[in-house]
C-alpha cells in the first residue's frame, strides 16, 4: 500500500481537486483506491455527493483510542463511489475539535498510520486530502505517507503558503529516516495572465526540480465537476485539466518508481 499526502497551507490551491483527479485516475487503472479527507471542511465527499451528515460516518473516528476502534468501525467509516475501485472516507467538522489537542498527546500524531497499517492489504494507494492549518490533522497526514504532493496556485501570493509547508516539512524530516519525498504542482494556471506565467517562472527558479516542470490549466469543466457530482474521470479525454492530471501521474508514478529502488539499493548496501 502506497499513501500519497496533498497538502499545502493555503486554502483554495486545488488540494481537494487534485486528491480527487489523482485518486479516479489510479482507480481507472485498476488500482484499488481509498480517498482520506482530514479537512474539517469535509470538501472531498462533495464530489461524491456525499455529506457526512447523511450517515455519520467520517475519518474522526480514525483518531479514537485503540480500544473503541475496532476493525469492523474502521470499515465502516469506508464509503463506497460511484466509480469502480475508488473508496473514500468523508471528513467532517468534527475534525476540528482535534486540532486543539497536543500532537505530543501520547502517539496522536500517529493515529492515521496506525489506522491504515490495518488496511494494508485492502487498497493498493491512499490519497490523504489534508486542510491548510498546521495541527494534528495535518501532522497525521505527512507522518504517514512516502510521497507528499504539494499543488501550489500559480498566482501572486502562492509563494508564502509554499514557504511555510517547506518549515513544516523540514521539522518533519527530522523524526523521518528518510526524507519525505515531495513535489510542488503548479495550479490553476492560466498562460493568458502574466500572474500566472511569472509565477511559474519564479517557482521553477526558486525550487527547481522540486516544481513539477509542466502545470496544470484553469479548467472550467473541473471546476463545475465538484458542484455537480461529476467525478473527474466521467470527463473524460476532452478535459484539458484532466489530460495535465494524467500525465501529474505518470510523473509521480515514475518518481516513485526510482525512489522505491534507490532505498532497495540503500539496504543492500547496509
Ligand atoms: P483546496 O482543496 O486547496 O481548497 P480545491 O481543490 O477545492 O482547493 O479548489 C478550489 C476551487 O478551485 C474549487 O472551486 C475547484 O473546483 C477549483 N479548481 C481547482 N482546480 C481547478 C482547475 N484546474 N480549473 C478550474 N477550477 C479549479
Ligand atoms: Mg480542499
Request: glycine letters at 6%; charged letters at 20%; aromatic letters at 6%.
Amino acid at each position: 500500500m502506497r499513501v500519497w499526502t496533498i497538502a499545502n497551507q493555503k486554502g483554495g490551491v486545488g488540494k481537494t481537486t487534485t486528491t480527487v483527479a489523482l485518486g479516479s485516475l489510479l482507480a481507472s487503472q485498476g488500482k484499488r483506491v481509498l480517498m482520506l479527507d482530514l479537512d474539517p471542511q469535509g470538501s472531498l465527499g462533495s464530489y461524491f455527493s456525499h455529506r457526512p451528515e447523511d450517515t455519520g460516518q467520517s475519518s474522526y473516528d480514525w483518531f479514537l483510542p485503540a480500544d473503541q476502534l475496532s476493525d469492523e468501525r474502521l470499515m465502516q467509516t469506508i464509503v463506497a463511489t460511484q466509480d469502480k475501485n475508488l473508496s473514500l472516507v468523508p471528513g467532517s467538522t468534527a475534525l476540528a475539535t482535534l486540532e486543539r489537542s497536543a500532537v505530543s498527546q501520547e502517539g496522536m500524531g500517529l493515529a492515521i498510520s496506525r489506522a491504515l497499517s490495518r488496511l494494508w492489504d485492502k487498497f493498493d494507494y491512499v490519497l490523504i486530502d489534508s486542510p491548510p492549518t498546521l495541527g494534528v490533522l495535518l501532522v497525521n497526514a505527512l507522518a504517514a505517507c512516502s510521497q507528499l504532493i504539494v499543488p501550489v496556485q500559480t498566482e501572486f501570493l502562492a509563494i508564502k503558503g509554499v514557504e511555510r509547508m517547506l518549515n513544516t516539512l523540514n521539522m518533519i524530516n527530522r523524526s523521518r529516516r528518510q526524507p519525505l519525498s515531495f513535489l510542488m504542482v503548479p495550479t490553476l494556471f492560466d498562460r493568458r495572465t502574466h500572474a500566472s506565467v511569472s509565477s511559474f517562472r519564479h517557482m521553477r527558479k526558486t525550487w527547481g526540480d522540486q516544481v513539477w516542470p509542466s502545470a496544470i490549466p484553469v479548467d472550467t469543466r473541473l471546476r463545475d465537476a465538484s458542484a455537480q457530482g461529476v467525478t473527474p474521470t466521467s470527463l473524460g479525454k476532452d478535459s484539458r485539466g484532466m489530460q495535465s492530471y494524467h500525465f501529474l501521474l505518470k510523473t509521480l508514478l515514475k518518481r516513485e518508481k526510482e525512489q522505491e529502488q534507490s532505498v532497495h539499493l540503500t539496504e543492500g548496501d547496509a
